[in-house]
Each structure stands twice: as structure tokens, then as C-alpha cells.
């Protein structure tokens, strides 16, 4: 759901009906267009506001002026902030080790599922040249969350925090809703909840409290601080890019259909390379899948850079493209999978939903600041760069390599 809601926003701005709709500015043609002032207003009004989500979009639903995005946005992300740390705490809470990082990178998958069905909708409504256009790509959110809702119903409490609070019964029953018993495997549910009460205990003598200040304490330090990069570097490893992927291709040469389209074929090749990393992330290790992922996007966008450095051509915006797209296939392999695994498993349980709370703030933080600066790279009427700006989020993804 977030997926697809959080992808519908930014693949509108260059979409021909919104445009021409709610287009505050006009490029040097006369074509109608949203001004970089205004994305990076509606942006970041859900990364600062980040089941309300019903009544939510109604808002941008019925909008009349871009004001009124804003207001949808901010109502939208509040409970988004929240779907994006329960997720990855509670996959990490319910799955055992050996299942954790295909759990948790499905996460990763589960956003680019949404990402390709709201791409595909947009590609098939660019024909209409009514208002519905764009209000139809809103109207589906509602299609979202009564199935969420139900599913939630019937999910199982995380047994840690059943643990964490003393709930051993709760606990145990939790525990047994989520496994088949098998005549060829023992096991063990009062040792099991044991070894989680042992755990727990353990943590909490070493660490000293569960509060905030603790993920800054000792060892937990450094757990913070690689859940933070590692959640970091999604947002400033280039990755602006594929947010922006329709409007940058635009700005690049491409007319609006091939953008689009060059768009709904990235995101399907993303999804394979999703499910090639489940294979990936059982192979090798966390911190060297995330050098390979950066080490590609570092030399990706320094071509993509030198491309935009010529006059613009139709050879050269293709070519644009087609390292989009590899440089999407390779996140989706290395460091858009592995992110959500790492960030589940660096921090101690006791501190888990912490820490991750912390790291995802930091990345929300991190995509403020990207949705600043990235509509006013690509604006017509801002700082125009195109794809020079490869350079710069090359030598970001440079920066984040080096820690890594």
C-alpha cells in the first residue's frame, strides 16, 4: 500500500493531466508544469507528518489546487510513519533466523509490487483527458486498507513483546499459532519461550534500560549507528532518482509515453531483481552485498553524469535510461533488500523497535532533504542540471561506499 501511495505523488508531476491541471508554472515552450517549490512542499509534507488512511484520501481525491495535496499528504503519511516501523520490527519479531532475511527483504519487495502497480496505472490512464486521469489513481488507495485491516485482526502479537511484558501464556500461544508441529522435528514451546525470557533478561542487565538514550549506550552505539547508514544510504545513494525516475527521463529527452513506459519496464525488472536477492542475501555476506550496490551505483551515475554533459539527443536520453534501469536492477538485488535485513538485525531485541524507530526517522529525515533538492535539479525553471546531477549522488554513493 505505502508503495503504491508513496510512488503515486512523485510520477505525477510529470504526468500530462495533473500538469495541465494543477501546473503553477510554464517551461520555456509554454507547457504547463509543477514548480519545484511546490513538489518539494508536497514532498515533504508527508515526511514531516509521516485507520486515518480511509478519511485521508478523500483529500487528494477531491483536491482543486496543489494546497490541497499538501493537506492529503500530511494526513496520508501519519499512519505510513507508523506502517514503516512495525513492518520491519514485527517481521523480525515473528520469523526464525534462518527465515528472517527472506521475511524482511520481502518487505522490500512489497514496495516495489506497489511501485509497479501504480507506475502501471498511470501508464494506462495517459490517454484520458479528463480530470479522472488523475483522480482515478487515487480513488484505488481505497481499494488497500479493509484487506489490511482484516489481515491485521487475525495476526499473531509479537511473542518479544508478549516476553518483553511478562505475557509467558500470551506468549506461548502466539508462538504456537505460528508453527506446524511435525513428527520429525521436536520442539520445545515452554524452552523456546524460555530462551526468550533468558534473552530478554540478559539484554536488559547489560543495556541497562530500554529507552531511547540506551540506543546511544556502549555497544548499542554502533548497532544505532549502522541501522541509521544503512537506512541512509537509500536515500542519498542515488536512489532520488528512481523516485523521480518518469520526470528525470522526461527532462532528459524522452516524451511522456516512452518515459513512462521506459519507467513500468525498470520497475518490473526491479521486482525480478527482488526475488533474485533472496538468493543473493543467503550467499554472501550483508556488508559486501552493500559494496557491490554502491561500488554500481557510484560508476552508474558518473556515466549517467558525463551523458548529460553534451546537447541533448534522442541516442543520449535512451542511453540515460537504459543506466536507469540497470542501476534500479542492481538495487533491487543488493542494497534495497539488504537494508531491511540489516536494520532487523543489528539491534538487540530489547532495543529493536527503538533503534529502528530512530534509523527510519533518520531516513525520513534523509528524504526531506532529497525531496529539497531533487525537484530543483530536474526543474526546467530551477537549476536544470538533468543528468549532470549524476555526478553529485555519485559522490554521495562514494561517501557511503568509503563507510561501508
Known amino acids: 500500500m505505502e508503495g503504491y501511495d508513496t510512488n503515486l505523488m512523485s510520477n505525477f508531476y510529470p504526468f500530462p493531466m495533473f500538469q495541465q491541471r494543477f501546473g503553477d508554472q510554464v517551461d520555456k515552450d509554454g507547457n504547463p508544469l509543477i514548480s519545484a517549490q511546490w513538489q518539494t512542499i508536497i514532498n515533504n509534507s508527508g515526511q514531516v ?35 514503516q ?41 495517459l490517454s484520458r483527458s479528463d480530470e479522472w486521469a488523475y483522480r482515478i489513481p487515487f480513488a484505488l488507495q481505497w481499494i488497500w486498507p479493509v484487506p489490511i485491516m482484516i489481515g491485521t485482526y487475525f495476526a499473531p502479537e509479537s511473542p518479544w513483546w508478549l516476553v518483553r511484558h511478562g505475557r509467558y501464556e500470551e506468549a506461548k500461544k502466539a508462538v504456537s499459532s505460528m508453527i506446524t508441529p511435525q513428527a520429525d522435528v521436536e520442539f520445545d514451546l515452554d524452552a523456546h519461550i524460555e530462551m526468550m525470557r533468558v534473552t530478554t533478561q540478559f539484554e536488559r542487565e547489560n543495556s541497562a534500560g530500554a529507552h531511547y538514550w540506551d540506543c546511544f549506550r556502549g555497544s548499542n552505539l554502533r548497532r544505532t549507528e549502522i541501522a541509521c547508514v544503512g537506512w541512509l544510504t537509500q536515500a542519498f545513494a542515488g536512489t532520488p532518482f528512481m523516485g523521480f525516475g518518469v520526470q528525470f527521463m522526461i527532462q532528459a529527452g524522452l516524451s511522456a509515453r516512452h518515459g513512462f513506459a521506459m519507467n513500468l519496464g525498470q520497475t518490473g525488472l526491479g521486482l525480478l531483481g527482488c526475488i533474485l536477492a533472496m538468493w543473493v542475501l543467503t550467499r554472501f555476506g550483508r556488508r559486501t552485498i552493500y559494496l557491490v550496490g554502491l561500488g554500481f551505483a557510484c560508476v552508474d551515475l558518473i556515466i549517467i553524469g558525463i551523458l548529460g554533459i553534451p546537447t541533448e539527443s534522442s541516442s543520449t536520453s535512451w542511453a540515460v535510461g537504459a543506466l536507469m534501469v540497470t542501476m534500479v536492477i542492481f538495487y533491487q538485488i543488493t542494497i534495497g533488500p539488504a537494508c531491511y535485513t540489516i536494520v532487523a538485525e543489528i539491534p ?57
Request: proline share 4%; hydrophobic share 55%.
Open 85 to 125: 516501523t512495525l513492518a520491519v520490527t514485527y517481521a523480525a519479531d515473528i520469523c526464525p533466523l534462518a527465515l528472517r532475511h527472506y521475511v524482511t527483504s520481502w518487505i522490500n519487495m512489497c514496495w516495489v509490487i506497489g511501485q509497479l502497480i501504480s507506475i502501471g496505472i498511470l501508464n494506462g490512464l
Open 348 to 404: 538487540s531485541t530489547q532495543l529493536r523497535i527503538k533503534t529502528v524507530a530512530f534509523a527510519r526517522a533518520c531516513y525520513n529525515a534523509g528524504g526531506f532533504i532529497t525531496n529539497v533538492i531533487m525537484p530543483r535539479m530536474l526543474g526546467k525553471n530551477a537549476w536544470n542540471w538533468g543528468a549532470k546531477s549524476g555526478f553529485f549522488w555519485a559522490g554521495l554513493a562514494g561517501l557511503f561506499f568509503t563507510w561501508t
Open 49 to 83: 507528518a509521516m485507520v486515518a488512511m480511509i478519511g485521508a484520501i478523500f483529500i487528494p481525491f477531491f483536491s482543486t489546487g496543489l494546497p490541497m495535496f499538501v493537506a492529503g499528504a500530511v494526513c496520508q503519511s501519519i499512519p505510513w510513519g507508523i506502517f
